[in-house]
């Protein structure tokens, strides 16, 4: 019977899984509760809708991407009176547009830390500070590519649920989506209708005070992440809030040469005003299909460059800069990119010049 | 930027995705769609409820144990209107009772092909007759422990939805739920109207036709999949249907040799009318705590017996004989019985008589 795995109703499992969960408070920042659902992010995306409203409860979604456009629709789907607050593709909120949007009335703001799907980052403290401003309102931060590569004070700033998952800065395969639970919010669920079930957190809540998840976990999973945080930990000589500094500093610092090798090469950033750390969106040259671009990276080296998505597919191509992505890996995708603009533009490239310029740049930023 | 695991949105990925899904048609047997969703079974039952009923629908659980209840909870999270049809915790329904239940108005039945908290299996052929008399009733099976464990014809008895999880009969870790949806409950979601995102059945369809999900799946749970279907393959040598069956006889043949072993000794067989082939549950001896049976079981051999759930706890205990468990590890839990009866009940065991038992009842069932 052992080569079922770990049975996750054994001392083992409840070992690893309270271990999990403290590291993950430690790792988020937090004294709020911790959670993990066995789901990708966007399940407790959705039970941080389901849990905190009810049917027709007024929220504001800030929305500049197709991950803003989810929480729109997740709103939508369990019947939330939805209010947006955008800004263009590529780009982040202007504060006083997101300060009109608020009333006493709005239940919840949801909004992204960084929008992967255009490589923004939005100025989560800032909007913090306006929602906090209003007694009865909830904050709802999707970090799941924003936790280990950006800065996100949880308490001090007053997030009420923070979302991250397992794929992203915590380097694990998908499958796990984990979080922090304002008080706040804890009791704003003793009021709200909206139906769940598997992703009920209070249900989730009491389970995890016996050391236990409501249903059966994906246990290899777990097991991956308490080794991702001793790795994180490891990072940061034994301390896993260090770690984790060490793990947003390194995306920064290969962000920062990704930035620079691409403008050396005549190629212009998506997200320029607001470049988010966790990855760096740049718009394919004209008359160039994205698509082409990220299938030579896959073909020739082996590369994951990822494409736009729905209708930014084609425009623009995404290189990340998460976990495991490090100076060797950056220089790496950079080179390449010189081949491949030299191969698609089919103008001349000075080979090196971008991965000069990134050395440059990390020469900078290292003082 | 290989250190990140497969990719879901590449090539690799959406050849292992469209294989996995041809598999899974054939193991389960049937024509209808089949979906792989990242999150337990629950998830699925989930789904099956939300996106196949509008709040207010009559449906009918039919439960005689903790997973029924768990169909219950669900309907009514969702706001179904709940009529159940009960058998007392180790037994199934009588066919006129269930009939007696089932009206033109009724919208759903849902049921477990085997109810793991008890080790009771259902008929799910007859009951599956008596829906379809009505034309207006689907029927949902809860078979998470069934697949793999008992002969379920999916199209001819014309089960609407059926559930399975990734850690039972196929072996992987939990974290993924597969299952198949036929036409009339495709028909069904276009009327419904709970609120439904993340396990959106329509939207993961449509994904699915372009080998894609609609969200990140558990890439790595994907890739074990994949190989554990190999491997029933393999025991049907090259035919996945047979190597099903395979997996079903073995099962069979476990159970048959675990109830022979445990009745041996004296003890009671908790499912006696109706024994599941997935697991069998054992009472415990009257003045023992099956609680100190599953620690003694864990501490002394290493193996995990499952203890009863709720208010079943320390009442019985469970033996699996899924997935991989065969002959030998049969033996030698019904060996280990032998020691731990004889030290819990403090009485004189003798030693090798519930295996002779055992293997008197695998000669016999081989013929």
Known sequence: MASYGMHHRTADFRALFTRVLADLKEFMGTRNDVLVLTSSGTGLMEAAISNLTSPGDRVVVLTAGKFGERWVSLAK??????????????????????????????????????????????????IAKAVRALPETLLIVDAITGLGTTRLDVDAWGIDVIVGGSQKALMIPPGLAYGAVSERAWQRMETTKSPRYY??????????????????????????????????RQMGDGNLAAGRDALIANAEMCAAMTRAGVQALGLKLFAES????????????????????CKRFRDQ?????????AEMKGQIFRIAHIGYYDYLDTVGVLAALEHVMAETIGKKVEYGSAVRAAQEAYEKAKG
Chains 1, 2 share one sequence.
């Open 77 to 126: 789907a369990f019947g939330c009176t939805v209010e947006t607050g955008t800004a263009p593709y590529g780009q982040t909120f202007a504060l006083e547009a997101v300060r009109a949007k608020l009333t006493p009335e709005t239940r919840c703001v949801y909004v992204q830390a960084t929008e992967s799907s255009t490589g923004a980052r939005h100025d989560i403290e800032s």
């Open 301 to 309: 080296f082996g590369a994951v460059v990822a494409n736009g998505q």
């Open 199 to 232: 992703f009920d957190l209070r249900k989730e809540r009491k389970a995890a005070a016996k050391a236990e998840t409501s249903y059966t976990p994906a246990t290899s999973l777990f097991a991956g992440l308490g080794a991702a945080l001793d790795y994180v």
């Open 274 to 293: 607001a470049p988010a750390a966790a990855l760096t969106a740049v718009a394919a040259p004209a008359g160039v299909d994205s698509t082409a671009i």
